[in-house]
């Protein structure tokens, strides 16, 4: 056992891929020399070299088109696109192109390519450095999506996505990098697309992921000394979706609340409330109720804080589901 950050965790875990397979590289702006933004990717150039840590041209349309190419010959590069907002020139190959390249050769052809994304907010900056646009890859077939909320899970999750055989995004919370936590550098944590159950519960289920997870178990925290016992659901996966563990919790709770940084407009946690209302329909006690982002641009840094849900508007979802 190890005692790393978040961001330590994932330099661990694209390590460990590098020295595991020759044909896996890194490439993006800033991650040689620099070690990235926020240093995630610091010390690997000079380990591995310049041909297999690649410092990039500002250009995130041509990082996908590359690593596309690189995946077709053998290669199983692994992107970063510097910030969440950044990422839009890119999307037509992530969505036309990547996504699609399995079923188009009819099986013939896989893109094991990996896709590392910080995202969120919390980290005082303004628009295109503090966005969640997971639900827009999400609804693009043919993408698997997972984002971790733990040094375990970052170790293990960036490892697992590197071995995968079809494109993945891997989101990674950025006002979590140093979010310190234990990692067991030996123990695999399973299916990296299957939700876990943090705390268990009785009275209410809190399903969230990526930064807000650490939110949504203090408010677990805060309900207990109200006298309720709340459940919560770290998701892990975006697409796919683990509605199995979800349900059988609702199934038992009889409330769900689904809480995102992203807008609730479109997001995450309306395929969540919609699908666990079709399954478990007789089980609830009250609505799915969604907590998330406004649908507004990202504020600027002096009113973000009014922005991000915390942990009152968790509280305030479960007085609302209680009062049923």
């Known amino acids: 056992m190890a005692t790393m950050t978040i961001a330590r965790a994932i330099n661990e875990g694209l390590r460990a891929s590098l020295a595991n397979d020759p044909k896996t590289l890194l490439m993006g702006e800033d991650i040689g020399e620099l070690g990235g933004v926020y240093r995630v990717t610091d010390g690997l150039k000079k380990d591995f070299g310049a041909m297999r840590v690649v410092d990039s041209p ?52 896989s893109a094991p390519v ?26 693009t077939a043919g993408l698997r999506i997972i984002t971790p909320s733990n040094p375990q899970d970052a170790y293990w999750m960036i490892q697992q996505a590197v071995s995968c055989e079809d494109p993945v995004i ?26 876990h159950v943090l705390r268990r519960g009785t009275d209410a289920t809190v399903v969230a992921y990526g930064p807000l997870v650490p939110v949504a178990l203090a408010a677990a925290a805060a309900a207990e000394e109200d006298g309720r016992s709340v459940e919560v659901i770290d998701l892990r996966s975006i697409s796919p979706i683990d509605f199995d563990t979800v349900t059988e919790s609702v199934t038992r709770t009889g409330r769900l609340i689904v809480a995102h940084e992203a807008p609730t407009f479109g997001g995450i946690g309306g395929e969540i409330a919609a699908r666990i209302s079709e399954r478990a329909f007789l089980f609830l006690e ?35 589901a209680f009062a049923y």
């Not at 500002?58 to 088109?65: D, Q, R, V």
């Not at 989101?171 to 990692?183: N, S």
């Not at 009113?303 to 991000?308: A, K, N």
């Open 58 to 109: 500002l250009a995130e349309s041509g990082i996908i088109g590359t690593a596309i190419g690189l995946a077709l010959r053998g290669y199983r590069p692994i992107c970063e696109i510097q910030f969440d907002g950044f990422v839009f020139p890119g999307f037509n190959q992530i969505t036309t192109q990547l996504a699609k390249l399995r079923t188009r050769s009819d099986g013939m052809l």
């Open 114 to 139: 990996v896709i590392r994304i910080p995202y969120g907010g919390g980290i005082g900056s303004v628009e295109h450095h503090s966005e969640s646009p997971e639900a827009l890859f999400a609804h």
């Open 170 to 195: 891997v989101f990674e919370p950025k006002r979590r990098y140093w979010l310190k936590g234990e990692v067991d550098t030996g123990a695999p944590v399973g299916d990296p697309f299957t939700a």
């Open 286 to 320: 009250a609505p799915v109720i969604r907590v998330g982002g406004f649908h507004m641009p990202y504020p600027v840094a002096r009113v973000e804080e009014q922005y991000l849900p915390d942990i009152d508007r968790i509280l305030e979802a479960l007085d609302r």
